[in-house]
């Protein structure tokens, strides 16, 4: 036989995968994608790896000494014992209703967050979700790692609708090619991150808007620590601010177009509530000190005159303000979201074409892409018996103090006493903070149940590893938000070893617990897919008067064009507002943009008051801290995967120095330290060490280094906490605010030294060999 494409999505592009002999052997881009990202080189490598799941494993010392605490829980050499899949099934539920009964659901923690994979139904939260929730419920997290200030603090600030669309509704580029004459981007609009974008993107078009908007005269201005954190033909102006210092660079902004009369009065009376008291505080009249260019300087490392220029030149023309994602994953991540709403608000184009404020360019490949009203299909989860919730950023917390109280968006909740973790489709020991300690928390627990495609470290830390499937190996359906098209995904090869579909894992074991009618409702996969599709397509005729093609004639084409897709009314996300903002008043307490919130002022955080103020973090440059530890890394997202999936493949590898992740330094501070382009380092502070490769670079701004997230955790040695180099060994676990209790994983401060001696080897991708039971 010789060699056959199949079609597929992943959150890195719709594509296909060559397939000889039963394995893939290569990748082709989709003739659909404009701009292919080199991401899906990553997919052979890592399909046939070793480090896949061949069958259930149970960890030894849990089969023997039954379910409880083991700090002992993923310590390196840890040994599996592998089991049939009736013995997997029996073992899961039994331990379900065990905890059940001696805990209460709530004991169960089901938060599972993660990005998991591509695909309408085989969606492994989704399918997780389900099957606790059919089995009487469980403990679960609120908001992202991504953007959880966003979801928090918006809602109060605009309304939830108004959240909403800023999240799901931003301008195209065509749209910002055709009325902005400046975007103003905190955070960079890097162009790796637009690769991605959640449940599988069909056509990347962020180079090409970027591109054709630059070349039809939009001018950048790019605040970041990075110089290419935007591309060469934006032409974009550098201005690199301190990271953590956005918010005083916003007040200074906001402090000149007050004293030269350039804010916009009658839009700051007619659209919002607070405006004075923002004023009140930028001015000084607040606190005695005015946030001037001059006050911001030092503090942002950026000269005043280029901010009291740049203020006036945001004023003169149609103004786009955009606050990358990176700029609120750090300590205090709320007030450059509301500074630059507060500056926006200012400049009065808030709901005009083109202008305003924006968060999400260059964080993900959906925005400037349109919007998708009509919804996707949807595999639906049930009902939660359980109200029990913690912030995503907590899961260390939770486990570690059972029963204390901490504060969450005006609430005053109660870690859960967990006994039971159930995680799908996630990775912690990749995306939490501070490692060491992330292992002592999973430690705590009775049980902990993962179910992965590979034995990453987050699987090595599990009592009971269940395999999956991976996307190749079974059919699907996939588009993200705002797409052109709903695209069959194809099954390509057989699954790995004993590998199964998640629903069918479920299936399994809900039905030893007299629950597999409530869980498939009496259908298959198949089945299920089709009902879902049907639904859809049900909906997009009542939408839309769309005629869409059934099911059957929907796979045999390989997918269908979504309709209904907005460009014109997604441009300017509070149009109707703006028009009249009596008829149609935001969903906040006034009905307007709340630059002060009485709301939020209410809950008495002093790491988050009632308007936006400029609060310093620790972890920044010039802070105490800084004295010992005086390196600011960033943990940024890496470009040569999504997150930690698929290390191991082409591309991921080819950007690693002797098979670590690299950090990149400005030649002065490798200098200053001796080190030189591919030397091995070790990177640390008072949480723990790892080992990288130095990549010397002058994009950096001096004081700088990065080391991007996803390098498999590899706590092997004794010599470093991570022989790898995953930056989140040195990271905090301090949340935002006590309001939005946000990742702050972007920002940490480190040093940087020469490693010296004999180097302990990378063993991420050598997968526990499984052991027989000790009889
Ligand atoms: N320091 C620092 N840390 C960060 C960030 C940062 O900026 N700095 N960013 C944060 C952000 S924004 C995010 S979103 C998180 C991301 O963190 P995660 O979403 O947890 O990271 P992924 O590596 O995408 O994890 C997905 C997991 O799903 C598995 N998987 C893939 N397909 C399947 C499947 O079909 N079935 C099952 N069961 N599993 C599957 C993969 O093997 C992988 O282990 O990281 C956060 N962590
Ligand atoms: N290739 C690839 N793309 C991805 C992902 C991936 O893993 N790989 N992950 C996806 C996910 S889940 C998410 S949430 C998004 C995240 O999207 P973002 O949060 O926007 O992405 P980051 O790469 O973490 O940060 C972008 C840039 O912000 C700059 N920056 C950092 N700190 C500061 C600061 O304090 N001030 C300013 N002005 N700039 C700062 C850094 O130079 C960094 O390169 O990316 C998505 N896209
Ligand atoms: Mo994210």
């Known amino acids: 036989m010789g060699t056959e494409a199949y079609p597929t999505s992943s959150h890195w592009g719709t594509y296909e995968v060559l397939v000889r002999d039963g394995r893939v052997v290569d990748t082709r881009p989709d003739p659909g994608d404009p701009d292919p990202s080199p991401l899906i080189a990553?997919?052979?490598?890592?399909?046939?790896?070793?480090?896949?799941?061949?069958?259930?494993?149970?960890?030894?010392?849990?089969?023997?000494?039954?379910?409880?605490?083991?700090?002992?829980?993923?310590?390196?050499?840890?040994?599996?014992?592998?089991?049939?899949?009736?013995?997997a099934a029996e073992l899961v539920a039994g331990e379900l209703k065990r905890v059940h009964r001696e805990h209460g659901a709530e004991a169960v923690f089901g938060g599972s967050y993660g990005w998991g994979s591509a695909g309408r139904f085989h969606h492994s939260q989704s399918q997780l979700h389900r099957f606790l929730n059919t089995t009487g419920g469980y403990t679960r997290s609120r908001a992202t790692y991504s953007h959880a200030a966003v979801e928090v603090l918006f809602p109060h600030l605009v309304g939830e609708q108004g959240a909403h669309a800023l999240l799901e509704r931003a301008p195209?580029?065509?749209?910002?090619?055709?009325?902005?004459?400046?975007?103003?981007?905190?955070?960079?609009?890097?162009?790796?991150?637009?690769?991605?974008?959640?449940?599988?993107?069909?056509?990347?078009?962020?180079?090409?808007?970027?591109?054709?908007?630059?070349?039809?005269?939009?001018?950048?201005?790019?605040?970041?620590?990075?110089?290419?954190?935007?591309?060469?033909?934006?032409?974009?102006?550098?201005?690199?601010?301190?990271?953590?210092?956005?918010?005083?660079?916003?007040?200074a902004l906001i402090n000149v177009l007050i004293e030269e009369d350039l804010a916009d009065r009658d839009f700051l009376d007619r659209y919002t509530v607070g405006a004075d008291v923002v004023r009140r505080y930028a001015t000084g009249e607040t606190d005695g000190v005015a946030k001037t260019p001059e006050w911001a300087e030092p503090i942002c490392e950026l000269p005043a005159d280029t901010l009291r220029s740049l203020a006036r030149r945001m004023a003169a023309g149609r103004t786009l303000v955009n606050v990358g994602w990176s700029v609120q994953r750090t300590r205090y991540g709320e007030q450059p979201l509301w500074a630059g709403l507060a500056l926006a608000a200012?400049?009065?184009?808030?709901?005009?074409?083109?202008?305003?404020?924006?968060?999400?360019?260059?964080?993900?490949?959906?925005?400037?892409?349109?919007?998708?009203?009509?919804?996707?299909?949807?595999?639906?989860?049930?009902?939660?018996?359980?109200?029990?919730?913690?912030?995503?950023?907590?899961?260390?917390?939770?486990?570690?103090?059972?029963?204390?109280?901490?504060?969450?968006?005006?609430?005053?909740l109660t870690y859960p006493d967990i006994r039971l973790v159930a995680w799908s489709g996630g990775n912690p020991f990749h995306h939490h903070q501070d490692l060491s300690r992330l292992t002592r928390a999973f430690g705590r627990p009775d049980t902990v149940l993962v179910v992965e495609t590979h034995w990453t470290a987050t699987a090595r830390h599990a009592d009971i590893v269940l395999p999956s499937t991976t996307t190749l190996e079974r059919e699907d359906m996939a588009a993200s938000q705002g797409d052109l098209r709903l695209n069959v995904m194809r099954r390509a090869v057989a699954p790995y070893g004993e590998a199964r579909d998640e629903f069918d894992i479920?299936?399994?074991?809900?039905?030893?617990?007299?629950?597999?009618?409530?869980?498939?409702?009496?259908?298959?996969?198949?089945?299920?897919?089709?009902?879902?599709?049907?639904?859809?397509?049900?909906?997009?005729?009542?939408?839309?008067?769309?005629?869409?093609?059934?099911?059957?004639?929907?796979?045999?084409?390989?997918?269908?064009?979504?309709?209904?897709?907005?460009?014109?009314?997604?441009?300017?996300?509070?149009?109707?507002f703006r028009e009249d903002p009596v008829a149609h008043p935001l969903q906040t307490p006034s009905g307007r943009i709340e630059l002060f919130s009485a709301t939020i002022a209410g809950f008495g955080y002093a790491d988050c008051p009632g308007y936006p103020i400029w609060l310093p973090g620790e972890e920044r440059l010039g802070s105490a801290r800084s004295r010992r530890w005086p390196l600011l890394l960033l943990a940024n997202q890496p470009k040569g995967r999504l997150h930690s999936q698929q290390d191991m493949g082409a591309y991921s590898a080819s950007q690693k120095v002797d098979g670590r992740a690299p950090v990149r330094m400005h030649p002065d501070d490798a200098a200053a330290r001796g080190l030189a382009d591919g030397d091995l380092v070790r990177v640390h502070n008072d949480r723990g060490s790892l080992l990288a490769g130095v990549r010397v670079s002058d994009a950096l701004r001096p004081g700088v280094a990065q080391l991007s997230t996803g390098a498999w955790y590899d706590p092997s040695s004794t010599e470093v906490t991570c022989a790898h180099g995953n930056p989140n060994v040195l990271t905090d676990v301090a949340g935002t605010s006590r309001l939005a209790q946000g990742c702050t994983g972007q920002h940490v401060l480190v040093e940087i030294e020469a490693f010296r001696g004999e180097a302990p080897p990378v063993r991420a991708f050598t997968p526990p060999v499984p052991v027989p039971p000790s009889s």
């Not at 975007?183 to 162009?191: A, E, Q, T």
């Not at 498939?520 to 093609?549: C, I, K, S, V």
């Open 346 to 412: 200012c400049l009065g184009q808030i709901g005009l074409p083109g202008g305003g404020f924006a968060t999400g360019y260059g964080s993900m490949g959906r925005y400037g892409g349109g919007a998708t009203p009509g919804g996707l299909p949807r595999f639906p989860k049930g009902a939660n018996p359980v109200d029990r919730r913690i912030p995503v950023s907590h899961t260390s917390e939770m486990l570690l103090r059972p029963g204390e109280e901490f504060d969450f968006d005006g609430e005053r």
């Open 172 to 251: 195209t580029w065509e749209a910002i090619a055709e009325h902005t004459d400046l975007i103003v981007s905190f955070g960079g609009l890097r162009l790796s991150n637009t690769w991605i974008a959640s449940g599988g993107r069909a056509a990347h078009t962020a180079a090409l808007g970027m591109r054709e908007a630059a070349a039809r005269g939009l001018r950048t201005v790019s605040v970041s620590p990075l110089r290419d954190d935007t591309i060469e033909e934006m032409g974009a102006e550098w201005l690199p601010a301190a990271p953590g210092t956005d918010t005083a660079a916003m007040l």
């Open 506 to 576: 479920y299936r399994a074991v809900t039905a030893r617990m007299g629950l597999e009618k409530e869980f498939t409702e009496g259908r298959t996969a198949e089945e299920w897919m089709r009902h879902l599709y049907e639904q859809w397509r049900e909906r997009q005729r009542d939408m839309f008067g769309a005629d869409l093609p059934s099911y059957d004639a929907f796979r045999e084409a390989g997918g269908v064009d979504l309709p209904g897709r907005v460009n014109d009314e997604a441009m300017a996300a509070f149009a109707e």
């Open 42 to 87: 990553n997919a052979p490598a890592a399909q046939h790896h070793p480090t896949r799941v061949a069958r259930p494993a149970v960890r030894r010392r849990w089969l023997e000494n039954g379910p409880g605490p083991d700090p002992e829980r993923g310590a390196p050499g840890d040994a599996y014992v592998e089991v049939d899949w009736d013995t």
